[in-house]
Nanobody, 124 residues
Framework: QVQLVESGGGLVQAGGSLRLSCVAS????????MGWFRQAPGKEREFVTW????????YYADSVKGRFTISRDNAKNTMYLQMNSLKPEDTAVYYC?????????????????WGQGTQVTVSS
């Protein structure tokens, strides 16, 4: 069973940047797509982005397109989320997730493994 551990969250001012990491263990990381979701207080978990097993294909929510970049290093079993030009509305707990397929999806139920989350807070 895959285990996912996120890190890199924190408090940043609007316009700033953060880089999240997600380290996977217990599975074949390079065979599956990975994704990032986020959940703000009182709101449902929201899709952010996914990356294919090879890293060649990516997909972003409109709300983060052009500001966030997803990447992965299969040799290190690690996925990243570079977040630039952060806005207060980006404040949420960010979760990494593993897809059972080579390509990801935009719905939480399309993923079968989840990390514990890392808090990102953007102050105005």
């Amino acid at each position: 069973q895959v285990q996912l551990v996120e890190s890199g969250g924190g408090l940043v001012q609007a316009g700033g940047s953060l880089r999240l990491s997600c380290v996977a263990s217990g599975g074949t990381f390079s065979s599956y797509a990975m994704g990032w979701f986020r959940q703000a207080p009182g709101k449902e978990r929201e899709f952010v982005t996914w990356i294919s097993w090879s890293g060649i294909t990516t997909y972003y929510a409109d709300s983060v397109k052009g500001r966030f970049t997803i990447s992965r290093d299969n040799a290190k079993n690690t996925m990243y989320l570079q977040m630039n030009s952060l806005k207060p509305e980006d404040t949420a707990v960010y979760y990494c997730a593993r897809s059972p397929s080579r390509f990801g999806g935009t719905n939480w139920y399309e993923y079968d493994g989840w990390g514990q989350g890392t808090q990102v807070t953007v102050s105005s």
